[in-house]
């Protein structure tokens, strides 16, 4: 064993120096290309990550922009049901249908939005929810007044046929010279008691029109001041859904915007409920008359 180890040493101890040069060398070398290859595979496993969390941060900012885009629709025509309810030729089941159809919309923004965007779309759903069940409340009795207007405008027109059926039974009677007194009398009685009927249900329909004109008008201004509120709580909503979609904006210059809106819109309803009155009991005196 020792000879072997002797003839070893003797081997190694005519290898020339610049072998081990070159030995020492390649290891260096090896050795750098090694910690390289590996330096580079873990910045190539990095940025293959980053590539991925950002290809991931970019579907997630799509999809909530997307969601977001089409919920302030939802809000947008959820806001217009308050003021459509005003308009007396919408029934409450259109302006309901046309609110309830943007619901879905809003419940998705729960999957994308953060704590803060979700806290001020309950606060806006809550205050919405309020303000459209008070204003139903309200638009309810002004569609009960309606029916009874449209009911009598019905027997108005129902008498108008029963008279003109006795005026005509008394051309008649004038033509063929019947010297029926009795019977004619009789019919100018029904005739008298029709026109009586046909008088005071008119005039019935002009007091009641007038009630209705007299409601309607406060009715349209607190939907415009229901609207005004409701608009004021999106305020923290779009911040806070901005921030998220990283489009800062700022919650009180905003906030003051609208406060230096409403006033002005207000003045301009003020002015047109002023100056509608007059003109709208001629109209609509003369739209019952000709139907």
Known sequence: MSDLLQSFAQLLGKIPATFWGVVVGSLFTLTGIYFTNRAGDRRLSLQLQNDRELKNREREMTFRKDTYAAAAEAIAVSVSALSKLSELSSSLREVSAMQLEKSPVLAKVNLVAGEDTIRA???????????FFRLTRQRMDLDILREQIAAKVALVKSFEKTRDAM???MRHHNIEGTQDAQRFEAIQRNYEFEAGRIATTNQEIQQMTAELSAK?????????????????????LLTAARKELELPISEENYAEILHQ???TLEGQLDEFIQN?????????TSQIYSE
């Not at 009715?219 to 409701?230: N, S």
């Open 276 to 284: 509608i009155p007059a003109v709208n009991a001629v109209t609509s």
């Open 261 to 263: 809106t409403y006033p």
């Open 167 to 169: 005026i005509e039974l």
């Open 216 to 236: 309607h008008f406060p009715f349209a201004k607190q939907c415009f001041v229901e609207t005004i509120h409701i608009n004021r709580l999106l305020v923290p």
């Open 121 to 131: 779309l309950a606060n806006f759903g809550t205050g919405f929810a309020g303000a």
